[in-house]
């Protein structure tokens, strides 16, 4: 029989959540204050907590924090009165499975704690209670690849992540989705599409950073045939294209001023005329955007319409860096190499301990895009059973002689430059004083000589940052990226 501890305050509500839970074969414990309550959880942990947001004397977010730094598995299910959006926010960011509202409904309450409980494996917690603990511990299986493509993770960071999908994927609200490069941020936003009422309907997205600035806006909102140069025919707008569904734009920021001022009304009004167009259209249409920069401090900067942030900040879901769900990098490992067997028809069944060491303490950068790359790279290396070190590229065994930017403060982007020992080169040769450097052959050469050094040099003083580095070098994004790959950098 699983155990449920309620804290609330409310006597009567203790009563009734006792009686019907009691009726429902869980067995219950109340408490009616938070330090009685958490006097109970360090006597008998219990398989799910049940607690008011407001008691008499503590506040139901800082139970929860006690709660989770002693026992982080735990599932914790948040009551409170206030149908406040900020305190859900802040219960599940702070680790809460999920929140009920004031009045409460019995099967409301029952499904949540079925849901929770399912998501620990019927009851069982990292904290282990008696009633899990006599369950037969067998071998994690596999992970299963998800029709969205979506892996989910074990680790806390993980957890808390699903959790936020969870609670704003059935409503309507924008979302700002904050991450490094590679840290899933799209997968993230098709997930919330999957999860919501608009599954069935279009999932369009743009890279607003690989698109230049004189076709962002027939990209979004669609042109007319002869509405300028090079429009031979109508074009339907992404706005257009995910009516009814969801639009995800990466790397907003990216977006220039002119653009973000026809943005904002597209999203105030929900109607667009496409370019060159006369007449409006109407468009239902949810708005995910993504960005590796903070949308706020681009627009005290100026680079970014305050109002449209205002706009778009409904909510805002952080995906967490690799390096900080050390305990999920061996299952994306291992479920990536199942891919990568397949495509290459390999049998490869795992990788070595030395390996597995290796990767637990690389700092991933790259995060789980890196990741990817990496064990792809091994694989077509490996002509062995098992991947080993040696299969491993030099920069990842190798990571404390390479400087990497520091992540908290600005995303790094590197993943794909520093892989190439063309780039060392070129590198080394930026350091060695001028009357070392070779001469070139032409002037051809010179100049192209000089346009790779300059791209290096950029991409280091921006702790190669592409999207920042094309911003300075006067060039979009897209053509950057086919520079790098032209000098193989």
């Not at 330090?35 to 008011?52: A, H, N, Q, R, T």
């Amino acid at each position: 029989m699983q155990k449920i501890l309620v804290i609330d305050d409310d006597k009567d509500v203790c009563l009734l959540l006792e009686r019907f839970l009691t009726r429902q074969d869980f067995q219950v414990k109340v408490a009616s204050t938070g330090k009685e309550g958490l006097k109970m959880l360090k006597e008998d942990v219990p398989d799910l907590v049940l607690s008011d947001f407001k008691l008499g004397d503590i506040n139901g977010g800082d139970l929860l924090k006690e709660v989770k730094s002693s026992h982080p598995g735990l599932p914790v299910i948040i009551i409170t009165g206030y149908s406040d959006i900020k305190v859900a926010i802040n219960v599940m960011k702070n680790g809460a499975f999920d929140y009920v509202t004031k009045p409460l409904f019995p099967e409301e309450i029952l499904n949540t704690i079925k849901k929770a409980l399912a998501s620990t494996g019927d009851g069982q917690t990292d904290a282990a209670p008696a009633s899990a603990a006599k369950k037969a511990v067998s071998k994690p299986s596999k992970t299963k690849k998800k029709k969205t493509g979506y892996i989910f993770g074990t680790s806390q960071a993980s957890k808390n992540l699903v959790n936020q999908i969870n609670l704003v994927a059935p409503t309507n609200f924008s979302v700002i989705i904050y991450g490094e490069s590679g840290a899933g941020k799209e997968a993230v936003a098709r997930e919330i599409h999957h999860r919501s009422d608009r599954r069935d309907k279009p999932f369009v997205a743009m890279d607003c950073g690989a698109i230049s600035n004189e076709l962002a806006g027939s990209e979004l909102f669609g042109h007319v045939k002869g509405s300028f140069t090079g429009a031979v025919s109508d074009k339907t707008g992404h706005f257009e294209l995910a009516n009814g569904g969801t639009l995800f734009l990466d790397e907003v920021a990216n977006l220039s001023y002119e653009v973000q001022v026809s943005l904002l009304r597209v999203v105030q009004e929900r109607k667009l005329k496409p370019i060159g167009g006369t007449r409006e259209k109407e468009v239902d249409v949810r708005i995910i955007v993504a960005s590796n920069e903070q949308l706020l401090q681009a627009a005290k900067k100026g680079k970014f319409r305050e109002d449209l942030y205002y706009r778009f900040n409904e909510f805002e879901i952080n995906v967490p860096a690799l390096r900080h769900r050390d305990k999920d990098i061996m299952m994306y490992a291992e479920y990536m190499l199942d891919g990568v067997n397949e495509e290459l028809n390999k049998s490869i069944s795992g990788f070595s301990d030395e390996v597995v060491e290796v990767f637990q303490k690389y700092p991933w950068h790259g995060n789980i895009r890196e990741l990817k790359n990496v064990v792809r790279r091994a694989a077509l290396l490996c002509q062995a059973d098992m991947i080993k070190v040696a299969n491993l590229p030099y920069e990842l065994v190798n990571h404390d002689n390479i400087h990497f930017a520091d992540s908290e403060n600005e995303p790094d982007t590197s993943a794909g430059i520093l892989n190439s020992s063309s780039t060392k080169e070129i590198m080394a040769d930026l350091i060695k004083p001028t009357h070392h450097s070779r001469m070139p052959a032409d002037l051809k050469e010179a100049a192209k000589e000089a346009e790779a050094e300059l791209i290096v040099r950029t991409l280091k003083e921006v702790n190669f940052n592409k999207s920042k580095a094309a911003r300075i070098l006067n060039i979009d994004r897209k053509t950057l990226y086919n520079k790098i790959k032209y000098y193989n950098l």
